[in-house]
């Protein structure tokens, strides 16, 4: 079967932050989570209850937007004076970020430490995203493509090897950085990856079925590491 594309929303959308995603007509913030403290709101853990995300025991709802991180180019300078304009929208309680390999891992964690330190300074939860399918912002392969992802890689390639530019597997880098952020209360969750779909080829043909495979197994197989690591 041909189709236009293999996309996955449970490995992107479902957890996804909407960018300026406020309403003048319902309060983002409900009146339970204004009542905490900025240090109950900087220490505590965003947790699942049922359907419900809480922190420090009160209804949580995500309203935040998206920062590309180091994608956008941004200086030591210009990520914190964008922090600090977050922080003065009562309405930004979240950000979604990006920490690709191409950034950072085990043998330099500065760039995450320092987004971390910033989430907490002003008072953000992260969502922090571990991997892109289209390539953006990571190190070009040899022949100049970029790093989009196909179904082999959801199959064994995100195990087997390291990407060119990469020291390491897409798995054992996840296992770096949760081992290393788990008990860091500002990451509220972590995103597999942005936009997961799994063509056959990269024009875009793809067999829906053995796609549907790949990215469960995929996800199956990297949510128990997350939760081993941790």
Same mark, same amino acid.
């Given at each position: 079967?041909?189709? %236009? ?32 403290? @900025? ?19 009160? @209804?949580?709802?995500?309203? =935040? &937007? /998206?920062?590309?991180? =180091? ?45 971390? +330190? ?12 571990? =991997? ?12 100049? +493509? ?35 952020? +788990? ?9 597999? &990856? /942005? ?31 997350? %939760?081993?690591?941790?």
């Amino acid at each position: 079967m041909v189709a %236009r594309r293999c996309l996955f929303a449970l490995l992107s959308a479902a957890i996804s932050v909407s960018a300026c995603a406020t309403s003048d007509a319902v309060d983002p913030v409900t009146a339970d989570l204004q009542e905490l403290t @900025p240090a109950q709101f900087r220490d505590g853990f965003v947790t699942r209850s049922g359907t419900e995300l809480r922190l420090a025991g009160k @209804p949580f709802r995500m309203v =935040g &937007m /998206n920062f590309g991180g =180091g994608c956008d180019g941004l200086t030591l300078e210009e990520q914190t004076a964008q922090y600090k304009q977050t922080a003065r929208d009562a309405h930004i309680n979240t950000v979604r970020t990006w920490w690709l390999q191409a950034w950072g891992g085990p043998a330099d964690f500065s760039r995450f430490d320092r987004e971390v +330190a910033l989430a907490r300074s002003h008072g953000v939860k992260l969502v922090v995203t571990l =991997g892109n399918q289209w390539g953006q912002c990571e190190p070009l392969l040899p022949n100049g +493509a970029t790093h989009f992802k196909l179904r082999s890689w959801y199959e064994h390639g995100y195990r087997n090897f390291g990407d060119p530019g990469y020291a390491l597997p897409y798995k054992k880098f996840v296992e770096a950085v949760v081992a290393r952020y +788990a008990s860091e209360p500002a990451v509220a969750m972590f995103q597999l &990856m /942005n936009e997961a779909e799994a063509p056959d080829t990269a024009d875009g043909r793809c067999n829906e079925d053995a796609a549907a495979r790949a990215l469960t197994g995929f996800a199956t197989d990297m949510l128990a590491a997350v %939760r081993g690591t941790i």
